[in-house]
């Protein structure tokens, strides 16, 4: 990594890891955050990833299913309204001057890309990863301050994740330029039993 002359200078204690879970997991059938990917849940994997980086975690999510994980579970204030929905339900709870915000679903993100998007940012509201143009807005940095952007389009009804991420002062790290990090998979999400199925033959065949 060539980067990461800020990151040491952020006080654990003052970042918070949201881990998203509150969607309904229609296709898998089942609640996809509990389904085994080498031998532990999504859920585990997502908050081992992060928990090196922050002072505290947090989950989104509308069910005490979690409660067993011993994290505080902040459901949605407004219900059916995605993961901007979710978000601002945990900003709005949570008293804390940075968050890491990663969806439970994306079991290959590699821990180094956490500190790697906290240095980053450099002051910015957002600081969000992208591969081949297609940003991802459920794995990044979002400061405090951006609430009040998530709070005036929740106002109108708009709920949509990229149009509050281009109304923000948003970094973009472009993933394709870093050579530390091998990205053929990376944002792969877990939505269906068949893409459970195709993220353990991909394991299996690269062990």
């Known amino acids: ?31 996809k955050a ?5 031998g532990k849940s999504l859920i585990e994997i997502a908050i081992e990833r992060v928990k090196r980086h922050v002072g505290r975690i947090a989950i989104s999510a509308n069910t005490g299913e979690y409660d067993l994980l011993g994290y505080p579970v902040i459901p949605d204030r407004v219900k059916n309204t995605g993961p901007a929905g979710g978000l601002l339900s945990c900003f709005s709870t949570i ?13 290959f993100i590699p821990e180094a890309l956490i500190p ?35 709070r005036d389009f929740a106002g109108k009804g708009n709920y949509k994740m990229m149009d509050i991420v281009r109304a923000a002062d948003t970094r973009i ?35």
């Open 1 to 31: 990594m060539t980067f990461l002359k800020n990151y040491h200078f952020m006080h654990l204690n003052e970042v918070t890891a949201i881990i998203l879970s509150g969607g309904k997991s229609t296709r898998m059938g089942v609640n």
């Open 34 to 38: 509990f389904v085994e990917l080498m």
């Open 95 to 107: 008293k804390s001057k940075h968050f890491f915000v990663l969806s439970c679903d994306m079991p």
């Open 116 to 150: 790697a998007l906290l240095d980053y940012r450099e002051g910015a509201g957002i600081c969000l990863p992208s591969l081949n143009g297609f940003i991802q807005p459920l794995c990044g940095y979002y400061s405090s301050a951006t609430s009040g952007i998530f």
């Open 173 to 207: 790290l472009k993933i394709e330029d870093q050579s530390w990090l091998k990205y053929d998979y990376l944002f792969n999400n877990i939505n269906t039993p068949a893409d459970l199925e195709a993220a353990k033959d991909m394991l299996n065949k690269n062990l």
